[in-house]
Structure formats: C-alpha cells, structure tokens
C-alpha cells in the first residue's frame, strides 16, 4: 500500500516570505499523481496545485510551487510570498494512475503566517 | 460552475441509528468519492462511485455503503451508527477516474 509522509506538523512563517512544506511517499508504481491541498479553518478541501508523475517539469500556480524528485521520491511545496490567507491545514495527497483506492494522504502541516 | 455540494452540512445521531448524507457533484462530473476525517485516523478514503458502479473501496466496514444516481448524485449511508464514527465527513467529484478530485464542504456527523 503506498504511504504518504508530512515531517513536519506545524510550520510558521513571516508575512511575505517563503517556506517549504515536505512531503515524502512510498510506492512501487510509476504511474501516479500528487496533489497538495489546502484545508483552511472552514475545512472545506481546496485544491492547490497537482502534479502527474510522468511529467518532469515541476507544476507551478501562480505563488505555489512543487520540487518534485521522483527518484527520492520526494514531493514539497513552496509557497512564495506568503499571505495571511494561506493560514491553513496542507495535506499531501497520492493517487494512483489505475484510481486504486482512491487518494491517499498525510497527517498534514499546519502552517501559520505571522503578520 | 457550482461546486460540489453535501447535505445536510451538521448532523447528530445517536449510537444505533443509521444516517444517510448526500453530495451533489460538479455539473458534468461523474466520478464521486467520499472520505472521513477524524482527527485521530486523519483522512481516509472511504469509496467512489463512477457511473453508478462502485469503483473502489476503502478499509471500513460492511456498516458504511453507498450509491450513486443517474444524476452523478452520490449518498452514503452508515447504519448501526458508534461513537467512533463521529467524523467530517467530505465528499469529493472529478471529471473521470482517476482525475483531479474536487471537495465539498463536509457534513459533520456527531454520534452521542
């Protein structure tokens, strides 16, 4: 069954600046996707950026952006000037590309922007 | 486009009882799944329905079922309800499967 690894339960960044959430998962297909969502306080799921295995070049939207190493298998998120409105929940989320059982995700990294 | 929509949004069972949550998908997307979040277990996948049929299932127990209309419209039901499953429960819909996955906001089941 593959695994998705977050590190790091809560973040904090300055208003403005940059972090780094990780990511790690586990899988012996090739096959695949990855997502990074983004569960603010009204929990409603929003997608931020996605990713398709087979694809080198590391997806980008706008201030959010993947480094994706598909040999380390290794998948984080930058978000770029950070906002007060990025305050959330980021859950990390794999699915295979047969669709079997669905997406899979981690525990999540609360991250806080300090104004 | 509308988003994806559940109902009812707040519900409060007591053990025993059965419950039946809706989602309404995107228009024109035929793939629905459907996920618990419990702060202990965090999210997990539960099953998806695409054009009617049961496409995958998670690791719950036989208490948990669904459906899916001719509408794309999903319900899942859970009979014999327990404390254990008072969760966020949240629904999610694509185009196709497997294909990107988008969210509703969730019915928060309460078990007493």
């Known amino acids: 069954a593959q695994t998705v690894t977050q590190s790091q339960p809560e973040m904090s960044v300055q208003e403005a600046e940059t972090v780094t959430l990780s990511c790690t998962y586990d899988?012996?297909?090739?096959?695949?996707?990855l997502f990074w969502y983004k569960q603010p306080p009204s929990r409603q799921m929003i997608l931020v950026i996605r990713?398709?295995?087979?694809?080198?070049q590391n997806a980008t939207e706008n201030r959010f952006s993947v480094n994706f190493q598909k040999a380390a298998k290794s998948f984080s998120l930058k978000i770029s000037d950070s906002q007060l409105g990025d305050a959330a929940m980021y859950f990390c989320?794999?699915?295979?590309?047969?669709?079997?059982?669905?997406?899979?995700f981690g525990k999540g990294t609360h991250l806080i922007i300090q104004p | 486009k509308a988003g994806v929509t559940q109902t009812p949004r707040y519900l409060i069972k007591t053990r025993g009882q059965q419950v039946t949550l809706s989602c309404s998908p995107i228009?024109?997307?035929?793939?629905v799944s459907w996920y618990q979040q419990t702060p202990g277990q965090g999210l997990q996948f539960l099953f998806e329905?695409?054009?009617?049929?049961?496409?995958n299932k998670g690791n719950f127990p036989g208490r948990f079922s669904g459906r899916q209309f001719s509408n794309s419209r999903s319900e899942m039901n859970v009979s014999t309800l327990e404390l254990g499953d008072s969760a966020l429960y949240l629904c999610?819909?694509?185009?196709?499967?497997?294909?990107?996955?988008?969210f509703g906001p969730g019915t928060r089941l309460t078990v007493l």
């Open positions: 999610a819909s694509s185009l196709w499967s497997p294909d990107t996955q988008y």
């Open positions: 899988t012996s297909e090739s096959d695949y996707y």
């Open positions: 990713q398709e295995a087979y694809k080198q």
């Open positions: 989320a794999y699915r295979s590309g047969g669709g079997a059982d669905g997406l899979t």
């Open positions: 228009s024109g997307h035929r793939s």
């Open positions: 329905y695409f054009s009617e049929t049961q496409r």
